[in-house]
């Protein structure tokens, strides 16, 4: 065979090849998205826990609020030697911010400082959800000032006096200098209760209402930060974050002596401004949430409630 014939027969050869492998059917892309290696696990799992990614742990969450933040942190951490499979994620925001992820299914527990408002019911059961409400423990409400005011107690009268801003100066109550007066934010349980019990005197319809000069703070911290730098200062907080760096102000009771806030005086009832601390859940939970409710009504779960500075429900 001569070169020349050689050459053509090559030709037509990669002219073939070339058309049957033109010919072959190509990949097609898929219109079907990869399955997430969650979305595997967690098929038949209960809505609103989740397993954490790349392990079997079931993540429940917990959100709301700031005063229960401590105390949820807490019982969190200790569940892990309980149950190592569940892992709690807490975090806080307020009362109202754990409702509201309540109704939007993103939280399994809404920690709140507060009963949860008519409003918020209808508008869990408008998606379905049915609110249950579990005691897990009661709080006072600390009323506190600079070390280095000479204050001795206060009423409620007069503290209402001072959060409406009818009272501007400590020298009408034996003390000297301008108020600053502290409240926490909107969005808190414990706002929400300060509000009702102290500035409208447990009258709803009294028409009472904060200043409009008071400073808003975010959480319990913040407020007792600031009291603990602000000579003329007062504040509110849940009992679990008194400190001695604060002085607590004794509030006068019914019977017209003062108390001081303490787990004693919660807990007897003396004390005026306290309050129960709940954790909602929704019917029909995972029974991974249920059974870390049951827990925190434990021996064990009631003693970190105490161990916090909280009283229990036992």
């Given at each position: 065979m001569s070169a020349h014939k050689l050459s053509a027969l090559l030709v037509v050869l990669v002219v073939c090849v070339s058309l049957v492998i033109a010919g072959c059917p190509k990949p097609q892309p898929t219109d079907q998205p990869s399955m997430d290696p969650a979305q595997l696990g967690g098929a038949n799992m209960p809505e609103?826990?989740?397993?954490?990614?790349?392990?079997?742990?079931t993540t429940i969450q917990a959100k709301g609020s700031d005063t229960l933040l401590q105390v949820a942190q807490a019982?969190?951490?200790?569940?892990?030697?309980?149950?190592?499979?569940?892992?709690?994620?807490?975090?806080?925001?307020g009362s109202g911010t754990g409702f509201q992820a309540l109704q939007e299914g993103t939280t399994d527990i809404a920690n709140s400082s507060r009963s949860i408002k008519d409003e918020e019911v209808e508008a869990c059961k408008?998606?379905?959800?049915?609110?249950?409400?579990?005691?897990?423990?009661?709080?006072?409400?600390?009323?506190?000032?600079?070390?280095?005011?000479?204050?001795?107690?206060?009423?409620?009268?007069?503290?209402?006096?001072?959060?409406?801003?009818?009272?501007?100066?400590?020298?009408?109550?034996?003390?000297?200098?301008?108020?600053?007066?502290?409240?926490?934010?909107?969005?808190?349980?414990?706002?929400e209760y300060f509000k009702e019990a102290v500035v409208q005197k447990g009258d709803k319809d009294s028409g009472l209402d904060f200043a409009a000069s008071i400073v808003m703070l975010p959480s319990n911290s913040a407020i007792h930060d600031e009291v603990a730098k602000t000579e003329n200062a007062i504040g509110y907080i849940g009992l679990g974050y008194l400190t001695d760096a604060?002085?607590?102000?004794?509030?006068?009771?019914?019977?017209?002596?003062?108390?001081?806030?303490?787990?004693?005086?919660?807990?007897?009832?003396?004390?005026?401004?306290?309050?129960?601390?709940?954790?909602?859940?929704?019917?029909?939970?995972?029974?991974?949430?249920?059974?870390?409710?049951?827990?925190?009504?434990?021996?064990?779960?009631?003693?970190?409630?105490?161990?916090?500075?909280?009283?229990?429900?036992?």
């Open positions: 609103g826990s989740a397993p954490a990614e790349g392990s079997a742990t019982l969190a951490e200790a569940y892990k030697a309980v149950k190592p499979g569940i892992e709690v994620s807490v975090t806080g925001g408008a998606k379905g959800i049915e609110p249950v409400e579990n005691l897990i423990g009661y709080d006072g409400i600390a009323v506190i000032v600079n070390k280095a005011n000479p204050i001795e107690k206060l009423t409620i009268e007069q503290l209402s006096d001072i959060y409406t801003g009818a009272i501007t100066d400590w020298k009408a109550l034996g003390g000297k200098g301008e108020i600053v007066t502290l409240s926490r934010d909107t969005t808190s349980g414990t706002y604060v002085k607590a102000v004794p509030v006068v009771g019914k019977d017209g002596k003062p108390v001081s806030p303490a787990v004693d005086t919660v807990k007897d009832g003396s004390y005026p401004i306290s309050r129960p601390l709940f954790m909602y859940t929704k019917k029909g939970s995972s029974p991974e949430v249920t059974a870390y409710l049951e827990w925190i009504m434990s021996d064990e779960g009631q003693k970190i409630v105490a161990d916090e500075g909280f009283v229990p429900v036992k």
